[in-house]
């Protein structure tokens, strides 16, 4: 066999590791011992994010969902966050268009921004954001479109901003923003067109601005405004 003589001593170098696939996952490093699940069209059935996952005897905390990861795989059933707890990004467009994944999606504590589109047009039923501690924003498109999407939605008392058409187009029945103590913005068509919608919007005293059209084509039936808005846009109940 032949042999390798390296002058300087030691052995070979391998080049680094970049992407990898592991449990069905694909994945980039990006940093010392973090990576982000990247696109990979073969991905199938239920999606489970890990928290970390070990290759080449390195162990990677797993803290983003790329941008465009998941994007129109309508062959994903279902999506679990329940063990992703080094998440804190879910990449804009990341589930966009998986009309076939449905069930709850519960966002774990760990996540801090949701970007824009991130589940626009994906079959969700449910939406938990009941231990979201950490999750600052929420995105324009971020679940628009998401016609089967039910329930209450309960904003956490980190975020800051509900971004545009962050829930248009969907079929919430209710909207708690009790908790959202930190809440300064209501984006433009932020919940446009959810009928089924009902109740009284209770906006809290940290909200300076409601875009325009924000609660239109809604059902609700009042609004309590706790604080002083600086803005309020055309149309926004």
Not at 28 to 37: I, K, N, Y
Request: proline share 3%; net charge negative; charged share 15%.
């Amino acid at each position: 066999a032949a042999s390798i003589t390296l002058s300087g001593g030691g052995s070979p170098s391998l080049p680094p590791v970049t992407e990898f696939v592991n449990g069905g996952l694909k994945y980039r490093v990006t940093g010392a011992d973090t990576v982000s699940v990247i696109r990979d069209s073969s991905v199938t059935g239920a999606v489970s994010i890990p928290a970390t996952v070990t290759e080449g005897g390195v162990t990677y905390r797993v803290t983003e969902i790329a941008e465009f990861a998941f994007e129109g795989n309508s062959s994903i059933t279902s999506l679990s966050l329940d063990h992703a707890s080094n998440l804190t990004r879910i990449g804009r467009h990341a589930f966009i268009s998986c009309t076939n994944m449905s069930g709850t999606v519960r966002i774990p504590a760990s996540v801090s921004r949701i970007e824009s589109a991130g589940f626009t047009n994906s079959g969700i039923t449910g939406l938990d954001l009941s231990g979201a501690d950490n999750l600052t924003y929420i995105g324009s498109n971020a679940f628009s479109h998401c016609y089967s999407l039910a329930g209450t939605v309960s904003i956490p008392s980190g975020v800051t901003e509900i971004g545009s058409y962050a829930f248009a187009w969907n079929g919430i029945t209710g909207l708690d923003l009790s908790g959202a103590d930190s809440l300064r913005e209501v984006g433009q068509e932020a919940f446009f067109n959810c009928g089924s919608l009902t109740g009284t919007a209770d906006i809290p005293a940290s909200v300076t601005g409601i875009g325009e059209y924000a609660f239109d084509r809604t059902g609700i039936t009042g609004a309590v405004i706790r604080g002083r808005l600086t803005s309020i846009g055309t149309k926004a109940f």
